[in-house]
């Protein structure tokens, strides 16, 4: 069964997000008194007897909407993730290749990029503008009967969405030397073993403008200077 973990302090946007049809069948905890998404996603442990019951969590933002019901993919979800013992973290979109020496955005690794990513915004006429960004194809399939899911093997994903055994995320925290609001989902990702992409579709309702922040260039040279002096396991090979 799936939770979901949604670091909000907004209650507006987290009643929208857990009122989302989409969302009914899943099990939903925010989290929304730590100071930024590195901490929440930290404190998962914290939640282990609120979590009996559940062996998948899903890790998502109050402004990320799913397009189908997450419940329903659950059968083909658990193919990908027991096909390896290896812990895994999925997500949506992300590169194949990743090397921090030469650049920490995942999105410039052209011809290494996998999934989509649907996006929406209001303009100032209230009017919605929505735009799908499709950042590469899927190269692998997982089938239970007539039903598939594509996948692709990833060196990181984004974190809008990431999905993964509630076993790993408890007792052993890949965003354990994650800090800020920021690359959480790089750290995280180079701290697995193994690391996949997935053709679920949701709405992502969020521009990135984060991105603009002095914040956000200051743990971006954190993760190059902890990518360089071996922070990362083994199996990250820079």
Same mark, same amino acid.
């Given at each position: 069964?799936?939770?979901?973990?949604?670091?909000?302090?907004?209650?507006?946007?987290?009643?929208?997000?857990?009122e989302h049809p989409f969302h009914q069948k899943m099990k939903i905890i925010q989290i929304s008194d730590a100071k930024n998404i590195s901490e929440a996603y930290q404190r998962i442990p914290e939640y282990k007897e609120e979590l009996k019951g559940y062996d998948k969590i899903v890790l998502t933002h109050d402004d990320v909407f799913f397009k189908s019901d997450l419940v329903d993919s659950e059968p083909l979800i658990d193919g990908l993730l027991l096909h390896s013992e290896k812990d895994t973290l999925i997500g949506l979109a992300g590169s194949k290749r990743f090397d921090a020496r030469i650049c920490i955005y995942w999105w410039n690794y052209l011809g290494s990029l996998t999934g989509t990513v649907d996006?929406?915004?209001?303009?100032?006429?209230?009017?919605?503008? #929505?735009? *799908?960004?499709s950042y590469g194809p899927f190269d692998h399939v997982v089938n239970i009967g007539e039903k598939y899911l594509w996948y692709s093997k990833a060196k990181v994903i984004?974190?809008?969405?990431i999905l993964a055994?509630?076993?790993y995320l408890?007792?052993?925290?890949?965003? #354990?030397? *994650?800090?800020?609001?920021?690359?959480?989902d790089i750290r995280a990702s180079l701290n697995t073993p193994r690391v996949l992409v997935m053709d679920f579709r949701v709405e992502h309702f969020g521009l990135g403008d984060s991105m603009q922040s002095n914040d956000y260039v200051q743990e971006g040279k954190r993760l190059l200077v902890d990518s360089k002096s071996g922070v990362f396991p083994e199996h990250y090979n820079i």
């Open positions: 069964m799936i939770a979901a973990i949604v670091y909000s302090n907004r209650p507006g946007q987290f009643n929208k997000f857990k996006h929406a915004k209001y303009n100032k006429d209230g009017s919605l503008k #929505r735009w *799908s960004n984004d974190g809008l969405f055994k509630k076993d408890v007792n052993r925290n890949p965003f #354990r030397n *994650s800090r800020g609001n920021h690359f959480y």
